[in-house]
């Protein structure tokens, strides 16, 4: 029967069992006692074995601190691209809008300052024109705000659900995505 060959003991620092049993306890070695930090590591493990036996154990441990920091970069580009995507969707989805909604606008407040001027001025009707013209020139401020949406800035409206604010997304800061309470 053959033996594995022994180890020398190596000199060993006295605290060190300590130290490898903390983490696993949930403690933190003070930074004066030569561990600062927990490293994350990666680790490969395979058993070796002769004439049938297990007489060995390898392993192979790599330091995974730069993989993380790369993954949590990627994630914060990841993020940042798809504000950016949401912002350009909103401006394009708008422009489209106010380009749309600003056609029949235009023929509506147009008929409705024709039939205002053939009106007399205690006519049957007239009050109802001048309100009218007054909601179409107001749905025409709103047309002019969606077409110069150049970022968003949500609000709140009814239960949990939140709207573009118009004033605050039309007006000519950085392209920036906010949301307001």
């Known amino acids: 029967m053959r033996r594995a060959p022994a180890v020398a003991e190596r000199p060993r620092h006295p605290q060190l069992p ?6 696993r306890a949930g403690e933190r ?10 490293i994350p590591v990666d680790l490969s493990a395979a058993i070796v074995t002769e004439d049938g036996r297990d007489t060995a154990t390898v ?10 920091r790369r993954e949590s970069e990627l994630r914060k580009t990841r993020e940042r691209l798809e504000e950016a995507e949401k912002a350009a969707v909103v401006s394009e989805l708008a422009g489209a809008a106010a380009h749309e909604l600003n056609q029949p606008l235009t023929s509506v407040l147009g008929f409705s300052e024709l039939l205002f001027r053939r009106t007399r001025e205690h006519e049957k009707g007239r009050e109802e024109l001048a309100a009218i013209l007054r909601e179409a020139e107001r749905m025409a401020q ?11 800035e949500t609000t709140a409206y009814v239960g949990k659900t939140r709207i573009v604010d118009l004033d605050r997304a039309s007006n000519p800061p950085a392209a920036v ?5």
Request: glycine share 8%; proline share 7%.
């Open 18 to 23: 300590r130290r490898l049993r903390a983490p």
């Open 29 to 38: 070695a003070a930074p004066d006692e030569g561990v600062s930090r927990v």
């Open 59 to 68: 392993g192979v441990f790599r330091d995974l601190r730069e993989e993380l």
């Open 142 to 152: 709103i047309v002019k705000k969606i077409g110069r949406i150049t970022h968003y």
């Open 177 to 181: 995505i906010r949301d307001k309470p």
